[in-house]
């Protein structure tokens, strides 16, 4: 395994590289947006599956969505942030084309991980996804992460703190009032429509 301190893994990522971190669900598989590509090409992934932005505040995230959003977007993000939800929002911006290639929304998450938070205010935003080959088992362990991606840099310390090991429920917002539940994990809010 390639274990790094904070300062050497952002050095690595402003220089194009993928990452690899741990949150409170699975472990992620990271990049700055502008190189969200290379998380594609590293998984196998099909393109038209988007990438998640994750961030260490709302505050990180919120300047992307499109202002219609914003209010039910706070209220989800102030009653499940830090935590297991991913939330899909309209959005504008270069962000959308780097994230998502089929449509104009993309997935935000702030984990409650105190490891990945400092990380976050230290990194930006960034682009990520769970740490396994596309369609394979998810990394719950550094060690599993390391295995699927050995050339990545992981960051330190090592052992990270021990993820769920369930994904993060991921809901689209529809309309004013009204989010869809896309896919079911560690979280459900009430009142979102299946």
Known sequence: MKVFETEDLIDFLKKGSS???PTDTLPALAAL???A?????????????????MGSSAEQLFPYVLAEALDDAREIGSSFWPGAITIVLPATGQIVRFLNLKDSSIGLRVPACDMALNFLK????????????????PAIYPED???????????APIPWPKPSGLASTV???KGIG??????????????IEK
Do not use: D
């Open 171 to 173: 809901i689209q917002w």
């Open 145 to 155: 992460a390391s295995k699927y991606f050995p050339e990545v840099p992981l960051l």
């Open 19 to 21: 990452i690899l971190f």
């Open 122 to 137: 230290k990194s930006g935003p960034l682009a990520s996804t769970s740490a396994n080959l596309s369609g394979f088992q």
């Open 37 to 53: 590509t290379n998380l594609w090409k590293l998984k196998n992934r099909p393109k038209n599956k988007p990438l998640i932005l």
């Open 178 to 191: 009204q989010w869809h539940l896309i896919r079911r994990g560690a979280v459900i809010p009430s009142g």
């Open 33 to 35: 947006p502008q190189h």
